[in-house]
């Protein structure tokens, strides 16, 4: 399929199934290729490197480089997140600021904390400014977006990722990565979400490192035509990367779909299953929390805990807060089942998933606009083909 074709054709099926080959093409060809995703993903390394980040604080106020903000769901330790951060900072082009929870909020979906103080700290990432937030990826966005925490005022682009896992279809009303790309458009800022389709029996760390690298040539193009006031307004795009990255057959621009995995509840003793208490003891209150603990807990251990808790509070149950042990108290957990989808449509974004595509989905704040977000993604990457 050609640039031209492309353009003429606003809604194409597939649009961009080799998009990837052609950006990385004009840098010099397939072995080039491979030596860019080695310098930016650093070559064979598997663990991440860090150091102190104020040895970079000089960077907070580059104005040479346009800023980029990234943050995630599952926790600023993650190494979608670290081996993303380290790849911007290896190409030297970018100001980079990371802004991320401490913890993993994944499923949190658009939520905030209200009438809670939220703690922030400084992390640790080798050449970007960061810190970890106490709260949500919505906090974490909106916070570093408010200009109360960070020298500048907005960012150039806010990249939302390395997801652990897919957030097709309907998952993207759950998803905690998601909801950070979401919070910075709706902050009037450019933004990509980035999801790698984990499998606990086929994936491994290293897949985080092709992920990155199968995705960079994108942002690269996003933060190009940015600058040029040409990339679209009305959207972001959620990247769904395939279980395999470095297989990858190419970009392809997909439909969001209605799938997602079917909801499971089940009921769990805490007798029979120790875990079950564990996750219960982390949605109760802080005084039936204390009287759980093992009564061999020395005090300052119970205090630790203690103060954690309140920084840390999610859900209050006032039920469960109650000590009336004449109560039956019932525990619940849900879990996520796949099923079997039906739809067929080649150019949804979780078909394209499972056919080895990276998946680009335009995604609004108002469903009613939809084709007109398609048209302006078509537009843009048409005009990306052709750079």
Known sequence: MTTSSLKNNKLPPGLVNNLQEVLLSRKGGTNNDEQEKDDSVGGDSTQPSTSTCNENAADDNDNSKPVVLVTNGEGIDSLGLVYLVQA??????YNVHVCAPQS??????????????????PAEIDGATAYEVSGTPLDCVSLALSGALFSWSKPLLVISGINRGASCGLHMFYSGVVAGAREALICGVPSLS?????????????????A?????????AAIRDIEKG????????????????????GFKLTKQSMW?????WLAVSANRHPSAAHFMSNQQSLGLQLAQLSRDASAAGAARRGTTQ?????????????????????YFRMEFVDKEQEDTDEDLD?????????????????????????????????????Q
Do not use: Y
Request: glycine share 4%; proline share 5%.
């Open 104 to 121: 993993d909020k994944s499923v949190s979906g658009h939520s905030m904390t209200v009438r809670e103080t939220i703690t922030v700290t």
């Open 350 to 386: 979780f078909r394209a998933l499972d056919n080895g595509f990276i998946a680009v989905t335009p995604l609004s704040l108002s469903p009613q606009i939809e084709s007109g977000i398609q048209t302006a993604a078509s537009d843009w990457i048409s005009g990306a083909l052709e």
């Open 88 to 93: 911007l900072v290896r190409l030297g082009l």
């Open 212 to 220: 990155v690298a199968a995705c960079l040539p994108l942002i690269n």
């Open 230 to 249: 040409v990339f679209p307004k009305s959207c972001f795009l959620s990247i769904e990367i395939p279980t395999s990255p470095s297989a990858n057959k």
């Open 310 to 330: 309140k920084k840390n509070v999610e859900i209050e149950s006032v039920g469960a807060a109650k000590s009336d042990t004449n109560k039956v108290k019932k």
């Open 194 to 210: 980035i999801s790698l389709n984990w499998k606990n029996e086929e994936s491994q760390e290293s897949d985080f490192q092709d």
């Open 260 to 264: 997602r995995s079917a909801p499971s």
